[in-house]
């Protein structure tokens, strides 16, 4: 006698949503890094309590960097921000969220191995 096959369970359509990328626009990069934090961390003129005042001093803290960068906060922990190479260089790279049952933003993404 075979046996019966089991079946999973249908995901109820929040869960499929929940489990779905969404394409929410795109980021450009022209300098081969993004910055992944809050922006009013990044580069601002009282740099005492953020990395740079100017995008140069930024990018001098950024010129041993390989794949990614952690960024610490002025008391040595880290949450600042993190910078992480496109792997790629410049170009335009389409930035995916995750929502849950309610519509929040759970998990972002970008894609930066598109192919050609």
Same mark, same amino acid.
């Given at each position: 006698? =075979?046996?019966?096959?089991? *079946? *999973?369970? =249908? @995901?109820?359509?929040?869960? *499929? =949503?929940?489990?779905? #990328?969404?394409?929410?626009? /795109? ?7 993004? #910055? ?9 003129? %009282? ?5 740079? @005042?100017? #995008? ?9 960097? /390989? ?17 992480? *190479?496109?792997?790629?260089? %410049? ?8 929502? %849950? ?5 759970? /998990? ?7 192919? /050609?």
């Amino acid at each position: 006698m =075979r046996k019966p096959i089991r *079946r *999973r369970p =249908r @995901a109820s359509r929040a869960r *499929r =949503r929940r489990q779905q #990328w969404e394409q929410v626009g /795109e980021c450009g990069v022209d300098s081969g890094m993004i #910055w992944i934090g809050d922006p009013s961390y990044c580069v601002t003129p %009282d740099a005492k309590d953020h990395p740079a @005042a100017t #995008w140069m001093d930024f990018c001098g803290q950024t010129d041993d960097m /390989e794949a990614a960068k952690q960024f610490h906060f002025p008391r040595g922990h880290a949450g600042l921000g993190v910078c992480v *190479r496109s792997g790629h260089g %410049d170009g335009v790279y389409p930035v995916d969220v995750r929502r %849950d049952a309610q519509g929040r933003v759970m /998990e972002a993404r970008i894609v930066f191995d598109l192919p /050609e």
